[in-house]
């Protein structure tokens, strides 16, 4: 088995789903040779499961194309849909869900299926608040960055340009 990257990504958000909502997004990468990196963001507006999107399009973002990533979260949401594959389905339906209704975060889920066909990705669910050290901590991260986020936030996907470099490049 190759060495494999983990990510641990957690999501949060203070009036999910309304205007005022406060969201923030983490992601802790360890390298196979246990360098880290830590990234985090948030956006405002937002909802918890665009949070958690977004942690794992920006966690896998972070890890070498071509790479094993270990992608820990508490969220059904992500994990399930990655390890089921919902998406082949939703494309297949033309971005409709089972019961035809258009697919939420659509955006999202594209830029996570492009992160998702550039690695091995194996989905990890683990329960939230019950003591995980690593979910913990990006739960942590993730409030933090939910306390005062930029208006708008910031395009999934890309550097928020607070490192500068990753450690994986």
Known sequence: MPDRFRVVTDGACSGNGTVDARGGWA???TAPDG???VLSGGARGTTNNRME???AIEGLAATPAGAAVDLVTDSAYVANAIRERWFDGWRRR???TS???PVANRDLWELLIEELARREVTPTLVKGHAGHPENERADKLAQAAAIDPPDGGRPP???DGQ???SLFD
Do not use: K, P
């Open 163 to 165: 490192l500068g470099f």
């Open 27 to 29: 992601a802790i990468l």
């Open 99 to 101: 019961s035809r209704q």
């Open 53 to 55: 999107l977004t942690a």
């Open 157 to 159: 996907g890309r550097s």
């Open 35 to 37: 360098a880290e990196e």
């Open 94 to 96: 033309s971005w409709r």
